[in-house]
């Protein structure tokens, strides 16, 4: 499965150079990515350093909604931006 994390062109162009920080948010829904800028970074989530973000997941599983949130919890230097 593919995550997706939207930034402004500022952020991506920090991103590229640095890589992404601890902490930072990932959906699995590209829709819901590219609501939160226009520069959107795509990741395999076979990397072990993704791991699901409790607070915010809580609401839509008791909606049942289909969209996730993780957080990384280390920096990552591989990724793709679309």
């Given at each position: 499965m593919i995550l997706f994390r939207g930034t402004s062109?500022?952020?991506c162009?920090?991103?590229?150079?640095k890589?992404?920080?601890i902490g930072e948010n990932f959906t699995?829904?590209?829709?819901?990515?590219?609501r939160f800028?226009?520069?959107?970074?795509?990741?395999?989530?076979n990397n072990k350093n993704l791991i699901p973000s409790?607070?915010?997941n809580e609401a839509h599983k008791l909606v049942?909604?289909?969209?996730r949130y993780y957080k990384?919890?280390?920096?990552?230097k591989k990724f793709k931006i679309k």
């Open positions: 062109k500022k952020k162009e920090s991103y590229k150079k890589g992404i920080p699995n829904r590209l829709k819901e990515a590219k800028g226009n520069c959107v970074i795509s990741i395999d989530i409790t607070k915010e049942k909604i289909n969209i990384n919890k280390k920096a990552i």
